[in-house]
């Protein structure tokens, strides 16, 4: 059990849904840090030549052996070949294996370089620290897999220790020296799983955020839809697609104020079908329907001005309030209106009744004396005056 969940810890793979996301985000990692570790690699190794080609600082840089030098000259050289490959690579999600080979052939250059290094130390000092340095340089830097990892540091550190002895002849300092490097490896090599692992994790969760975040986008765009829906639904008439009454109210009401506010005339029309019970009677309510929906169909093509305002009042009523209207302009509409819909005819198989309509006017300018409803009661007179005439005929109160 522990074994399976240091397993997990170490070699989790990844989710196939997003494997190209987190392979793009540790590419692009890898080469910005990619290139800060070379341009810090190539200025040591500049600073070290020219440490070590000044005399005036004493004997020891004196008997250094001049193939420090080239070691640091070559790694410049190196350094400076894989910064300019780093422009070259392809920066598109596609180019994931050039990238992460770029970046396994980096880090083991460097610790190559720095073994390499220590094994020269060995014929002096017998310090491994630049390797040991290298080590966990690699192991935290790059963001690489737990197989990349160990691709990386298994030759070198194979060649490393079949190396050693050859270098230093003290068996126990390079024993002592194999065996710190070895444990160095381990836990440079475990650091390294758990920071992939952590970016797995993080890249794992901001996903997570990013899908709840459009899933509540895709909700809320829907909850919006459903109440634009609900308030058109609450506002319009099911049948016609007219304003209903309440939304007429709110709509009259506020252009009454503006109305009132400048002085300016507002007329209301009153309109009704004649006869609309006698065609439910003998034709059915379907037929009545089609009727009330032509007829709207009449009145919206005639009154286009936007700020006219059309509902239909109820049953076979309908209601028109035309702002800034003066009474001849009211009239001369209600007239194209009765006329368009006297010329209507097939309704239906076997309609043969002429419909028409009858329409009462009021104009006025709105006054403290004057309300909304005193022009609607007044416009329904007019109405009445005209049905009273046998209908198909326009009113003024």
Avoid at 51 to 80: C, H, N, Q, S, T
Avoid at 137 to 143: A, E, N, Q, S, T
């Amino acid at each position: 059990m522990r074994f399976r969940k240091l397993k997990n810890l170490l070699f989790r793979r990844l989710p196939n849904h997003i494997h190209e996301d987190i392979l793009h985000d540790i590419n692009r990692i890898n080469l910005a840090r990619s290139r800060i570790i070379i341009t810090a690699v190539i200025a040591l190794e500049l600073f070290a030549v020219l440490l070590f080609l000044i005399k005036k600082y004493g004997i020891y840089w004196e008997d250094r052996d001049p193939l420090y030098v080239l070691v640091y000259v070559f790694l410049a050289v190196v350094m400076a070949v894989f910064f300019a490959v780093s422009f070259l690579l392809p920066k598109k999600r596609p180019a994931y294996k050039s990238i992460r080979l770029y970046t396994c052939l980096l880090s083991g250059a460097i610790l190559f370089w720095c073994a390499a290094v220590a094994l020269i130390d060995q014929l002096s000092a017998g310090q491994v620290t630049l390797y040991v340095s290298a080590i966990f340089m690699v192991g935290i830097f790059p963001l690489l897999s737990p197989a990349a990892l160990f691709a990386v540091y298994a030759p070198v550190h194979a060649l490393f220790l079949l190396l050693l002895p050859q270098f230093r002849q003290n068996p126990a300092i390079a024993f002592a020296n194999a065996v710190n490097t070895s444990v160095c490896i381990v836990f440079a090599f475990i650091i390294s799983c758990m920071l992939y692992r952590n970016k797995w994790n993080d890249i794992l969760n901001k996903n997570l955020v990013q899908n709840r975040n459009r899933e509540l986008r895709e909700i809320n765009e829907r909850l919006l839809r459903t109440n634009q829906n609900l308030e058109q639904m609450s506002s319009t008439d099911s049948l016609t697609g007219l304003l209903n009454r309440r939304m007429l109210n709110e709509r009259l009401s506020a252009e009454w104020q503006i109305c009132k506010s400048f002085s300016v005339p507002i007329s209301v029309l009153m309109l009704d079908i004649d006869c609309f019970k006698r065609i439910n009677d003998i034709y059915g309510h379907q037929t009545g329907d089609i009727c009330l929906l032509r007829i709207s169909n009449v009145i919206n093509s005639v009154v286009q001005h936007p700020s006219y305002i059309v509902a239909r009042w109820g049953g076979e009523e309908f209601i028109l309030a035309l702002p800034r209207a003066e009474k001849e302009k009211a009239y001369y509409l209600a007239e194209q209106i009765r006329k368009e819909v006297e010329s209507l005819d097939d309704f239906c198989e076997n309609f043969n009744d002429k419909i028409t309509v009858s329409i009462g006017i009021c104009s006025a300018v709105p006054s403290d004396s004057l309300t909304v409803r005193d022009m609607i009661e007044a416009a329904d007179k007019a109405l009445y005056k005209a049905k009273s005439k046998n209908g198909n005929r326009t009113e003024y109160a």
